[in-house]
Each structure stands twice: as C-alpha cells, then as structure tokens.
C-alpha cells in the first residue's frame, strides 16, 4: 500500500494541489505515488502542509500509536520535529565534509537516521551520521 496517495486521499488534496505545493513535477509526484522514495527535505514540505509524515515512512498513523502498541501513554514520538533536526545535521555533517548526495542517497541515510531515534529516543548526533555516510557515499 502507498502511504503517501493514502494521507493525501485522507487529507482530501488532489495531486495537482500537493506538487504544485512542494515544488515537484506531477511526474515525480506520481513516482512518489507510486512506491518511490521521497527525498528528506520533501517529507519536511509534505508535514509542513499537514501530512503524517510517520505514516508515509512507516505505514503508523502517529496519533494511533498508542492504540497500535496496545501500550500505556508513553511521551509521543515527535517525528517532525526529530525529521528537521535529522535534516539540518545531516547538511552540517555533508557541508563540513564537502560531500553530496543524491537524493535518494540523502533519503536512505535519513530514514536509517530516523529508525535509530525512534529506537534509541534520542537525535542522531554528528558521530552518528559518518558511519553511515561510509556506506552510501
């Protein structure tokens, strides 16, 4: 299942309205549809406008994940805001290290980002970052 054509579809966007948004040709938007993956500083875009962003990544609506894990209220998982900050250290660690990546490149490393906050509750700091740099670049 597409979680992104999902949450738009919930959010009542058609796809015009949404690439036109994020600044996206409808070839890319329909990629993205379509399976492909998004790159980190357009996930940043889609939450901006009011996706789940964690839904999109992960298939778990954020507001449900008390319900899912049949679990007490533990502090919510602020994915937005950990999905910035990935972001912002990520281009620090790229830009002191002269380095680039593509897009679907940038896009693995910060979802591998993103799965080691949630399981260690904590933002990946710098050191974090360059083990996983050697893999992709």
Do not use: C
Not at 51 to 78: C, M, W
Not at 126 to 136: G, Q, R, T
């Amino acid at each position: 299942m597409n979680f992104l054509k999902s949450d738009r579809e919930y959010l009542g966007f058609q796809q015009k309205e949404i690439f036109e948004k994020i600044a996206v040709n409808k070839g890319t938007f329909i990629r993205w549809e379509s399976g492909k993956s998004i790159p980190s500083d357009k996930l940043a875009l889609l939450a901006d406008i009011g996706f789940d962003v964690q839904y999109i990544v992960t298939g778990i609506r954020s507001n449900n994940l008390e319900k899912i894990a049949n679990q007490p209220t533990t502090p919510h998982f602020d994915f937005e805001g950990k999905l910035s900050t990935i972001v912002k250290v990520l281009e620090e660690v790229l830009s002191d290290l002269d380095l680039s990546l593509n897009s679907k490149a940038k896009g693995e490393v910060v979802e591998t980002l993103l799965m080691q906050a949630m399981l260690k509750h904590a933002i990946p700091t710098k050191e974090d970052i360059y083990p996983i740099l050697k893999l992709v670049a």
